[in-house]
């Protein structure tokens, strides 16, 4: 027994050794920082966390620790101490920069969210973050905050083409079909008639009714080059199937022929074909 609780003893003080023989916090997090610039973390999240038993709400070992686990891929752990620093001070740029870019890495939107938003108190505008709060919102299932946020970052970030897109996408479904044609026809201006604006406006005019223009728009686009995407051609038989003049729809069933070994796992080709058939009837 005694050669136990000798053996015990042993061990105890080894892992104490890591830390260095001070108790004071100022030592362990200067010992434990030293550890962490030698990429030791494991022993300078030892450190920390013997600094924060004796002070739990210490604002630099909380950052410091959940530091140290982000270094370790632990990111469970490290917003967990990041949160707590967070709870200790308010509207810190640098815990909230670390929740930011954790909590996007576990998905977790709502806090990557709420420190964006603190970020944009601190810096008194929230121009810069309208592209990734767009996103995040999108991801959070907050569809109309992420509209409100990509119609104010077209404005502050008017050159990123995927932006118009995504923006057009949002508008069709919490604004009007019309707003997100104007939003197409303002990137094909600013950027020309690149293949994503022209099929995705066709669409837009497809859905709100104007087959021939939607035709005529997906035709320019699959005229280009023999190898476009087989979907490409399935949405111009859709839409010439939707015609009434019967060189459409038979138009249409070649189509259908032409990309259903490719489609056909994914979509209802047979059963689009038969129906084109009976109207031909």
């Not at 409100?148 to 050159?159: C, E, F, I, M, W």
């Not at 038989?237 to 490719?262: F, G, M, S, T």
Request: proline share 3%; charged share 30%.
């Amino acid at each position: 027994m005694k050669i136990t609780i000798f053996i015990l003893g042993l061990l105890a003080a080894a892992v104490l050794a890591g830390c260095g023989s001070g108790d004071s916090i100022e030592e362990l997090l200067k010992t434990g920082n030293e550890a962490f610039e030698e990429r030791d973390y494991a022993e300078a999240r030892e450190c920390y966390l013997r600094g924060l038993e004796i002070d739990n709400k210490n604002r630099d070992l909380l950052l410091a620790c959940g530091k140290a686990y982000r270094q370790d891929y632990m990111l469970d752990s490290a917003i967990y101490y990041f949160k707590r620093a967070d709870l200790m001070q308010r509207n810190d740029r640098e815990i909230n920069e670390q929740i930011r870019e954790v909590a996007k890495s576990l998905g977790d939107w709502q806090n990557a969210i709420d420190a964006i938003e603190t970020l944009a108190r601190l810096d008194g505008t929230k121009e810069p973050y309208h592209v990734e709060l767009a996103d995040l919102r999108l991801k959070n299932n907050q569809p109309g905050r992420a509209y409100y946020h990509a119609r104010r970052a077209l404005l502050a970030s008017p050159d990123l083409p995927g932006l118009y897109v995504q923006t057009s996408s949002m508008a069709a479904k919490y604004d009007s079909t019309e707003v997100a044609i104007e939003i197409l026809d303002s990137a094909i201006v600013k950027f020309g008639p690149k293949d994503q604006f022209v099929v995705n406006r066709a669409m837009l005019l497809a859905y709100s009714g104007n087959l021939g223009e939607a035709e005529v728009a997906l035709r320019s686009v699959i005229s280009q080059s023999e190898n476009q995407p087989p979907a490409l051609k399935m949405n111009l038989a859709n839409i010439l199937a939707a015609q009434p003049q019967r060189a459409k729809k038979e138009e249409a069933l070649l189509l259908y022929e032409e990309i259903r070994d490719v489609m056909s796992h994914d979509f209802p080709i047979d059963s689009l074909m038969q129906v084109i058939r009976d109207e031909l009837e």
